[in-house]
């Protein structure tokens, strides 16, 4: 049964979602709009493309409130010459009745047709919202995916280890790991000890940037070229 969930406004404006069984929001109360587009935006997509890459496929844990692919649609539409291929996994697919109350698209200047959109194409089929945004939504599980993609760019967005710990879990992230394009790059809002560890006995090269308001620091993983680096883990 889907839980209670509640509409919140975060400190810039944009709403997010409270979790009552959780006791978790889906994105920061200092900002969620603030923190998707620094955390996975400036830092990962907008990163990727700074070193060339303008055709980049993206997997996205927990598609939640599709505010992170609105974002990544919002960044195809000011990148005519990238090409995004978006895959996203969600286990719990958002009522209608909480998604029509999100001010994600008028906030991001985009319109609502882009968001019903995004929220309304089908699960499980790709389908093309832009010539060069390519949207396949999951309605799966991380750890139960089987399929043999690999990616260029992960938003690991999953609900923090405090509350959702068995997402964190090394052999988690390894299976990420694997479904990562050497070059590929793994950002997360979290930057708690262990999970750099994690990441770090996995084989991924880390790196802690600034974080969005109200969080001192994030973490960037990325993977190597040659994939020589790994340790047993
Ligand atoms: C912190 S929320 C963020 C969601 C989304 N990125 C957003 O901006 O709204 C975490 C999301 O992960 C989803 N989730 C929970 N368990 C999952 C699992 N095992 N695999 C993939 N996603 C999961 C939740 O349902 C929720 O939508």
Same mark, same amino acid.
């Given at each position: 049964m889907a839980p209670d969930l509640k509409v919140i406004t975060t400190s810039d404006g944009s709403h997010s979602l409270y979790h009552p069984l959780l006791k978790?929001?889906?994105?920061?109360t200092h900002g969620a709009i603030t923190e998707s587009q620094h955390v =996975?935006?400036?830092?990962g997509l907008a990163y990727q493309k700074s070193l060339g890459l303008d055709a980049i496929s993206v997997l996205e844990v927990g598609f939640g409130t599709g505010l992170n692919a609105l974002l990544t649609l919002h960044f195809a539409h000011q990148h005519p010459e990238m090409n995004i291929i978006y895959h996203s996994l969600e286990p719990f697919p958002l009522p209608t009745e909480i998604v029509d109350q999100l001010n994600y698209a008028q906030r991001i200047g985009l319109s609502s047709k882009d968001f019903k959109n995004l929220h309304e194409c089908a699960w499980d089929e790709p389908i093309d919202l832009r010539f060069n945004f390519h949207l396949l939504k999951m309605k799966s599980r991380l750890e139960h995916l089987t399929a043999g993609e690999r990616y260029?760019?992960?938003? =690991?967005?999953? =609900?923090?280890p405090s509350k959702q710990k068995e997402m964190w879990d090394i052999s988690i992230l390894n299976k990420v790991y694997e479904m990562m394009n050497p070059g590929g790059v793994f950002v997360t809002y979290c930057a708690q000890g262990q999970l750099k560890r994690s990441l770090k006995a996995i084989g991924l090269e880390i790196e802690s940037l600034n974080g969005p308001p109200g969080k001192k620091e994030m973490t960037r993983a990325v993977k190597y070229m040659n994939e020589k680096k790994r340790t047993d883990a």
């Amino acid at each position: 049964m889907a839980p209670d969930l509640k509409v919140i406004t975060t400190s810039d404006g944009s709403h997010s979602l409270y979790h009552p069984l959780l006791k978790e929001t889906y994105h920061s109360t200092h900002g969620a709009i603030t923190e998707s587009q620094h955390v =996975f935006i400036q830092k990962g997509l907008a990163y990727q493309k700074s070193l060339g890459l303008d055709a980049i496929s993206v997997l996205e844990v927990g598609f939640g409130t599709g505010l992170n692919a609105l974002l990544t649609l919002h960044f195809a539409h000011q990148h005519p010459e990238m090409n995004i291929i978006y895959h996203s996994l969600e286990p719990f697919p958002l009522p209608t009745e909480i998604v029509d109350q999100l001010n994600y698209a008028q906030r991001i200047g985009l319109s609502s047709k882009d968001f019903k959109n995004l929220h309304e194409c089908a699960w499980d089929e790709p389908i093309d919202l832009r010539f060069n945004f390519h949207l396949l939504k999951m309605k799966s599980r991380l750890e139960h995916l089987t399929a043999g993609e690999r990616y260029d760019l992960v938003y =690991f967005d999953a =609900f923090a280890p405090s509350k959702q710990k068995e997402m964190w879990d090394i052999s988690i992230l390894n299976k990420v790991y694997e479904m990562m394009n050497p070059g590929g790059v793994f950002v997360t809002y979290c930057a708690q000890g262990q999970l750099k560890r994690s990441l770090k006995a996995i084989g991924l090269e880390i790196e802690s940037l600034n974080g969005p308001p109200g969080k001192k620091e994030m973490t960037r993983a990325v993977k190597y070229m040659n994939e020589k680096k790994r340790t047993d883990a």
